[in-house]
């Protein structure tokens, strides 16, 4: 590797992030980064300001103080506190369309084929001809297993398989990085695993992904670095051998003690 790639900045970089919904602070001065090729997870009980971080990241949320860096640049900002908002459309849009989000709910239209759903966003968005996008959406979808499934309704297709186009429909962007908000959480066991195997082998590539993410087991097996999050406050972070074999904290311990026995 040349010299000089370690000298990239981070995909993602968040740096003392505040947010509040009201007089709620869900997160009280956040940081963390996301150099290329890491795959980290946020881990932490519901309310702890997980889903929170990655839609702030994404700037689906807006954050009251703090900076968010995107491969070094400085997201734009206008306004103070409750009334701070993105200043540049066109860099919202720039980071927007190269941090593809997976949701935890499929987020499907449910008037277009599950292939048009994933041409949708190259052709609208990147103004892509759809003669270019259609074979790589076809390709993306078969890297998840449902090459089949490209002239389905999504009505016609399980969780599992919904959930998988979704990821084909983030790739189809061609992003710098993925971030997934409790991708499994709706899906019983037998199709988690559908969802679980695809994640596993796209962090197996070396893409860049921030995951959210209850499956402790999941979190170990994909991760570079696990991020421990508690009433909005980073409390404990490092790879997945520290964080699950031995952590440091009290909060971390009864939490990891709390989801073994449920």
């Known amino acids: 590797m040349p010299p000089h790639v370690s000298q990239n900045p981070p995909v993602i970089e968040i740096r003392d992030l505040h947010k509040a919904y009201g007089a709620l602070e869900v997160l009280k001065g956040v940081s963390m980064r996301a150099a290329r090729g890491d795959v980290i997870s946020l881990i932490g009980s519901s309310g702890s300001g997980k889903s929170t ?6 700037l689906l949320e807006h954050s009251q103080q703090g900076d968010i860096l995107f491969k070094g640049e400085a ?35 449910s008037h277009m084929t ?18 270019e996008v259609e074979p790589k959406a076809r390709a993306y979808l078969a890297k998840v297993g449902i090459a089949d499934k490209a002239d389905a ?16 429909r983030a790739l ?34 070396g893409r860049t992904m921030l995951l ?4 402790m087991r999941l979190a170990a097996d994909v991760s570079d670095h696990v991020v421990f ?32 026995t449920a």
């Open 212 to 215: 959210v993410t209850h499956d």
């Open 114 to 131: 599950i292939l048009q759903n994933v041409m949708e966003a190259p052709i609208t968005v990147l103004g892509r001809p759809r003669e």
């Open 172 to 205: 189809c962007m061609e992003p710098e990085a993925l971030l997934f908000d409790e991708p499994t959480s709706a899906l019983d066991p037998e199709l988690e695993q559908e969802v679980v195997k695809v994640i596993k082998a796209l962090a197996a590539e």
């Open 229 to 260: 999050l508690h009433q909005g406050n980073l409390i404990e972070e490092g790879p997945p051998s520290a964080i699950f074999g031995s952590p440091q904290t009290e909060r971390l311990q009864q939490f990891l003690s709390a989801t073994q």
């Open 75 to 109: 997201v734009q900002w206008k306004g103070h506190g409750s009334h701070r908002r993105p200043g540049n459309p066109k860099q919202v849009l720039r980071i927007r369309t190269n941090l593809s989000m997976v949701f935890q709910q499929f987020n499907l239209w």
């Open 153 to 168: 309704w999504p009505a016609q297709l399980s969780g599992g398989q919904q959930q998988r186009a979704a990821i084909a």
């Open 53 to 58: 971080l990655l839609r702030c990241a994404n």
